[in-house]
């Protein structure tokens, strides 16, 4: 167990509809990151929270957006959504500085139909 | 910017034997981390070995080692005595100052029995 949580684990919607992805870190962890595994691909940097504020934007789509609230969980928008965007999307936390070692949560499974 | 490249998509191994899968990296950072994460069927991603650069020795994990080439930029990772549970995708990875990770394309082990 990472102590990195994400819900919901799995998700089946319908193109066009809009979800939201939850992510509680480990505790401790100030930054907070988005990633996402499409099938038999690599994984792609999406976005990363610092205490609350981005610190860094990957190839996020303008359809996609992300925020860290206060006690430091963090949500991830998924709108308008398209087949193409059917993935496993990993929340991941770390201290924050460069080296420290980032966890990963088991992901979020989202099929869109 | 960082580069990582993992040049062997797929490996085997018999049961009992060792394997070194290989990585190379650029990166543009002075001081800079490395490491090797696993991701077995489950999908999870799991912390297999973490490498300082500024640190001489190869890091070692029970029965995974690293050999850190840092003139070479190169970053191989040795599995010894092969478990059938070793059989997963194995993804070499970087982060930049900001500690966002980049992955290479990974490198899928199977360990036959």
């Known amino acids: 167990d990472s102590g990195v949580t994400q819900t919901p684990k799995h998700l089946i919607t319908a193109t066009g509809q809009r979800v939201t992805l939850r992510c509680s870190p480990r505790?401790?962890?100030?930054?907070v990151y988005w990633y996402q595994q499409s099938l038999d691909q690599g994984l792609q940097f999406l976005i990363q929270y610092y205490n609350g504020e981005e610190r860094a934007k990957g190839n996020i789509l303008e359809r996609f957006s992300a925020q860290q609230f206060p006690d430091l969980h963090s949500e991830l928008n998924l709108s308008s959504l398209e087949l193409g965007d059917s993935a496993l999307y990993f929340c991941?936390?770390?201290?924050?500085?460069?080296?420290?070692?980032?966890?990963f949560g088991e992901g979020s499974w989202l099929t869109v139909v | 910017a960082q580069t990582v490249t993992q040049s062997q998509p797929e490996m085997s191994v018999q049961e009992a034997e060792t394997v070194t899968l290989s990585c190379t990296y650029d990166?543009?950072?002075?001081?800079?981390?490395l490491f090797w994460y696993k991701q077995p069927p489950s999908r999870q991603m799991i912390l297999v070995i973490r490498q300082e650069a500024y640190k001489q020795q190869n890091a070692t994990e029970n029965r995974f080692s690293v050999n850190f080439q840092k003139a070479a930029k190169s970053f191989s990772l040795k599995i010894s005595d092969s478990q059938l549970g070793d059989t997963a995708m194995y993804f070499c990875?970087?982060?930049?100052?900001?500690?966002?990770?980049?992955f290479g394309g990974g490198t899928r082990l199977m360990v036959k029995p």
């Open positions: 991941a936390s770390s201290k924050g500085g460069q080296g420290n070692t980032i966890y």
């Open positions: 990166t543009s950072e002075s001081n800079y981390y």
């Open positions: 505790s401790g962890d100030l930054s």
């Open positions: 990875a970087s982060p930049n100052a900001g500690n966002m990770l980049t």
